[in-house]
């Protein structure tokens, strides 16, 4: 088998928590759901992997994607924020954490859920790092504020209402590359999930997530997700409100560079 290696430092990396995102992510397969990448091994300081062979993306893997990222994201969590099995910290980059939440500290809503452990977490982070001052990040404020008082909060995608599950089981950081498409023809889906920072969150964060630097096939994935699991009026709406999380990320994690776009994603939603 070939494999593939990540190394890592503890306290500048997750490895542990990677893997068993990898992990959750990989009970929905038999379901149906998105195949990810086979963890091999992981500790503190490797994560070892089988290796894919990248192949090249085509518009129907990219509509069995979507059909079988519905399916993972219908899965479930247990809780907003919840972490997967096996692991109970955040996800470490550098200096930077994306927070998972203990179930005694649960939000009532993805509204309070995103506000706090995402917003506002990658505020006061962005803030330390001298990404925006105080009156730039009053703006992001408003917005979690609003988020909070549940403006924003909206049904989950059609197979996740039927099932009774307020909370998708969602991979947390799916921009395009960390979906990767695979040449293995015994890939029934033509794609894999890498990487993963995943916790309970809405369905659209994902789809969200995809759109944000630009995914082949994007528009063959919504709508083959949209066939399967229908997505609750209004979603393209909510679009830039779900990418502000990332965007505040990257500012905490490369500075100014991410500023402006951030903002912009922001003031439709203050």
Same mark, same amino acid.
């Given at each position: 088998?070939?494999?593939?290696?990540? @190394?890592?430092?503890?306290?500048?990396?997750?490895?542990?928590?990677?893997?068993?995102? /990898?992990?959750?992510?990989?009970?929905?397969?038999?379901?149906?759901?998105?195949?990810?990448?086979?963890?091999?091994?992981? =500790?503190?300081?490797?994560?070892?992997?089988?290796?894919?062979?990248?192949?090249?993306?085509?518009?129907?893997?990219?509509?069995?994607?979507?059909?079988?990222?519905?399916?993972?994201?219908?899965?479930?969590?247990?809780?907003?924020?919840?972490?997967?099995?096996?692991?109970?910290?955040?996800?470490?980059?550098?200096?930077?954490?994306? +927070?998972?939440?203990?179930?005694?500290?649960? +939000?009532?809503?993805?509204?309070?859920?995103?506000?706090?452990?995402?917003?506002?977490?990658?505020?006061?982070?962005?803030?330390?790092?001298?990404?925006?001052?105080?009156?730039?990040?009053?703006?992001?404020? @408003?917005?979690?504020?609003?988020?909070?008082?549940? =403006?924003?909060?909206? +049904?989950?995608?059609?197979?996740?209402?039927?099932?009774?599950?307020?909370?998708?089981?969602?991979?947390?950081?799916?921009?395009?590359?960390?979906?990767?498409?695979?040449?293995?023809?015994?890939?029934?889906?033509?794609?894999?999930?890498?990487?993963?920072?995943?916790?309970?969150?809405?369905?659209?964060?994902?789809?969200?997530?995809?759109?944000?630097?630009?995914?082949?096939?994007?528009? @063959?994935?919504?709508?083959?997700?949209?066939?399967?699991?229908? /997505?609750? =009026?209004?979603?393209?709406? @909510?679009? /830039?409100?779900?990418? /502000?999380?990332?965007?505040?990320?990257?500012?905490?994690?490369?500075?100014?560079?991410?500023?402006?776009?951030?903002?912009?994603?922001?003031?439709?939603?203050?």
């Amino acid at each position: 088998m070939d494999t593939f290696m990540k @190394r890592g430092t503890p306290g500048t990396s997750s490895l542990v928590g990677e893997a068993a995102a /990898l992990r959750w992510l990989g009970q929905a397969e038999a379901a149906g759901g998105m195949p990810v990448a086979h963890v091999v091994s992981a =500790d503190d300081f490797t994560l070892v992997e089988q290796r894919v062979f990248a192949g090249p993306a085509s518009a129907q893997a990219a509509e069995r994607v979507g059909a079988a990222l519905a399916v993972t994201h219908a899965a479930g969590a247990a809780w907003w924020g919840a972490p997967p099995d096996g692991w109970e910290g955040g996800y470490r980059i550098a200096a930077s954490i994306t +927070p998972t939440v203990a179930e005694a500290d649960a +939000p009532r809503s993805w509204g309070a859920f995103f506000a706090e452990w995402r917003v506002m977490s990658y505020v006061r982070q962005a803030l330390d790092a001298g990404a925006f001052g105080r009156e730039e990040a009053a703006l992001f404020e @408003r917005v979690a504020g609003r988020l909070a008082d549940g =403006d924003f909060d909206a +049904p989950q995608p059609g197979l996740l209402v039927r099932a009774g599950m307020p909370v998708a089981r969602i991979h947390g950081d799916l921009w395009s590359g960390n979906l990767l498409w695979d040449a293995d023809p015994g890939n029934r889906v033509g794609a894999v999930l890498i990487d993963p920072m995943a916790h309970g969150g809405h369905a659209e964060t994902d789809l969200a997530m995809l759109a944000l630097f630009g995914c082949q096939y994007l528009d @063959r994935i919504i709508a083959a997700y949209n066939e399967a699991s229908p /997505l609750a =009026d209004g979603w393209r709406d @909510r679009v /830039l409100l779900h990418q /502000l999380a990332p965007l505040l990320h990257h500012c905490a994690l490369f500075g100014r560079g991410y500023t402006q776009r951030a903002l912009a994603a922001a003031r439709p939603y203050a």
